[in-house]
Nanobody, 119 residues
């Protein structure tokens, strides 16, 4: 079973919007901080936004005011609403889940979804 399943990427014009979704198994989602990262070829993966299990959020400066991360416990799903998209937002976006148990860190990644913003 794939632990994280992403959807919602695609091609959009600059100024447009997309919403990414990531669904996790209930055993992972309920105990995890969830996040979105992005990576372009030849670059390091970078944090976009995170949300803790109690709803606290954190954003990269480059997306503050444009992107919103949220989580729905009933659906075991985390969302990334992306508005006012720019060409520099073009990347592969990865969902992440992480928690600690008995001093062991567990981390899971989605398969990645391509977001392309045309100018």
């Amino acid at each position: 079973q794939v632990p994280l399943v992403e959807s919602g990427g695609g091609l959009v014009q600059a100024g447009g919007s997309l919403r990414l979704s990531c669904t996790a198994s209930s055993s992972i989602f309920s105990r995890s901080a969830m996040g979105w990262y992005r990576q372009a070829s030849g670059r390091q993966r970078e944090l976009v936004a995170t949300i803790s299990s109690d709803g606290g959020t954190n954003y990269a400066d480059s997306v503050k005011g444009r992107f919103t991360i949220s989580r729905d416990s009933a659906k075991n799903t985390v969302y990334l609403q992306m508005n006012s998209l720019k060409p520099e937002d073009t990347d592969v976006y990865y969902c992440n889940a992480g928690y600690s148990n008995n001093k062991i860190r567990y981390t899971y990644w989605g398969q990645g979804t391509q977001v392309t913003v045309s100018s």
